[in-house]
């Protein structure tokens, strides 16, 4: 996962969470806190860790690298769990597949906080898995609360998390130090919500989420490409035979299925009332799915073994038999009965299968490397899905494109108006290329109001100030200019009011959704004897 993950880690740009992380977390920690009161108290915890980091070398290689770091340590989590829950072939396969899992890949290589989101759920799981058995829960509730802190809908893991309970028909006194761990969580978080309450009109751009993006999570789950998807279909259905074990005895599947489903499926329901749900938010839950995928893959892996030809017929026990109390793998033995070559009705006592010359049951190191070998080949598959993630283009926007054009074509002492005012992203993000050039509509800086994007003047005093400009350069979303969608804020519709009625559109150049445009106002144009070039079509960068 690390190397992966470090693949192509310089992109070259920035997009605008991303910035957004880049220029909130180079504050001072003051200015941090002053922001999160009126806007993003769900990243806070990311903005102050983030904050030593940057002040480091900020950069964006810098500003992925924790993110890198945490998806590798997801992966090693992973691994832990189907190592505890089953054997430690089913944690390597486990762990290797979410490693190669493109959307993994992908959060991996952003600088916000759903890597380590998922990194804290994926040990917090581990830590619930160890207090079932007889540990602390105290760990688990401390794991848990910080986790939700980096992102509230990380809260839905305890829903989880009790199925999984019920599922093993654990006694009370297990269901007792869960409650007292998960109502601590609940505590801990309800500032949070307070005050994520009052912001949430952050997320009044999500829409209600469709069969059609249940089906895209499953498929992004388990492998984007068909071969991928279909095999691992087939292994995780396979993987939940088992689902409930012995009373008191939590199984792979009976944690990984709640898991994997859970969180998504609630939030996707919550969503068709109040829409929240983005995949990025339950990113943690794809933990689950490829301990299901190998967790199958085991079973299959024993039926093929005990049907080979001419091989013996080994009894196995139950997934959650394989391990003692204290995690050390029981001797399997061969109880069935054979025929000793003697004449009598004496028999021997059942004796073990022979081992090879390594100590090792034969063929015991053959399996786990097939299993790998067979992950690489799924990962042969996903290899151009992965090369063309590392593509800005891939992103929704690049700003770090934005602000060469701007850097470019804007001159010093020339006007800049940003339409909606988080366009003005980019020249956050990277101010050199704007730098001498005359911010219009800005009235204060982002990290002297507490803001994510500074505060504009009004409506009024913007007017009056684009009143003794001839030309304007226009950093804009192009669905806005289109008129694909009206800005609620009487500042941006003055803005579009006023560039619609006195200029006219000129040059412009391209970035995804993102446009620079020049406008010159229309009686300049009106007396030139030459007419402004307009482009028959934008000019892509």
């Not at 939700?148 to 093993?168: D, I, M, P, Q, R």
């Not at 199984?251 to 499926?265: D, F, I, M, N, R």
């Not at 009598?344 to 299993?371: D, E, F, I």
């Not at 804009?476 to 500042?491: K, M, N």
């Amino acid at each position: 996962m690390l190397g992966l993950g470090l693949w192509g880690l310089d992109r070259g740009g920035m997009w605008r969470d991303e910035a957004v992380t880049f220029q909130v977390a180079r504050r001072t920690v003051p200015q941090i806190w002053r922001l999160l009161h009126g806007v993003d108290a769900v990243h806070g915890l990311y903005y102050l860790l983030m904050h030593p980091v940057l002040g480091v070398r900020p950069g964006e290689v810098v500003l992925r690298l924790p993110s890198v770091c945490a998806a590798a340590l997801t992966a090693g989590l992973v691994a832990g769990l189907g190592a505890r829950l089953v054997r430690p072939r089913v944690g390597l396969w486990a762990g290797l597949l979410y490693a190669i899992t493109p959307m993994a890949g992908h959060y991996a290589q952003e600088g916000r906080s759903y890597a380590l989101v998922a990194a804290g759920a994926t040990g917090a799981t581990l830590l619930f898995v160890r207090a079932v058995q007889g540990g602390s829960w105290r760990a688990y509730g401390v794991v848990l609360g910080l986790t939700c802190w980096l992102h509230e809908f990380a809260v839905l893991l305890l829903l989880a998390h009790a199925v999984s309970l019920a599922l093993a028909r654990v006694g009370a006194r297990v269901w007792r130090g869960w409650g007292c761990a998960a109502g601590a969580v609940g505590v801990a978080l309800v500032p949070m919500v307070l005050v994520s309450r009052a912001q949430s009109a952050q997320v009044a751009w999500l829409r209600e989420p469709t069969w059609e993006t249940a089906g895209g999570l499953l498929r992004v789950f388990l492998g984007p490409t068909d071969g991928v998807y279909w095999a691992c279909l087939g292994l995780a259905v396979v993987g939940l035979v088992g689902l409930v074990g012995r009373r008191g005895e939590v199984t792979c599947a009976g944690v990984a299925l709640p898991l994997a489903v859970l969180p998504p499926a609630v939030l996707m329901l919550v969503s068709q009332v109040s829409p929240l749900y983005v995949d990025r938010y339950v990113l943690y839950a794809l933990s689950g799915a490829p301990l299901l995928v190998a967790a199958g893959a085991e079973r299959v892996a024993g039926v093929v073994g005990r049907l080979r030809p001419g091989g013996r017929r080994v009894p196995t026990l139950p997934h959650s038999r394989l391990r003692s109390s204290g995690g050390t793998p029981i001797a399997l033995r061969n109880d069935c009965p054979h025929d000793d070559g003697e004449s009598g009705g004496s028999k021997r006592p059942p004796q073990p299968p022979p081992l090879s010359k390594t100590g090792l049951l034969p063929g015991s190191a053959l399996l786990p490397l097939t299993g790998v070998l067979l992950i690489a080949l799924a990962l042969s598959h996903q290899l151009p899905l992965l090369r063309d993630d590392r593509d800005p283009g891939r992103r929704p926007d690049d700003l770090a494109v934005v602000a060469r054009v701007a850097g470019r074509e804007v001159g010093d002492g020339d006007s800049v108006l940003f339409l909606p005012a988080q366009t003005r992203n980019a020249a956050l993000a990277y101010p050199g290329a704007f730098r001498g050039v005359r911010d219009v509509a800005l009235a204060e800086s982002g990290a002297g109001s507490g803001s994510l994007y500074g505060r504009e003047v009004g409506a009024e005093s913007l007017l009056r100030r684009v009143a003794g400009l001839d030309r304007v350069w226009v950093v804009a979303d192009r669905d806005l200019l289109a008129g694909r969608w009206r800005p609620r804020s009487p500042v941006e519709r003055a803005k579009l009011a006023v560039l619609a009625e006195q200029f006219v559109p000129g040059e412009e150049s391209v970035q995804g959704d993102v446009t620079v445009r020049l406008y010159v106002r229309r009686s300049v144009v009106s007396g030139s004897s030459r007419p402004l070039p307009v482009p028959p079509r934008p000019a892509r960068w």
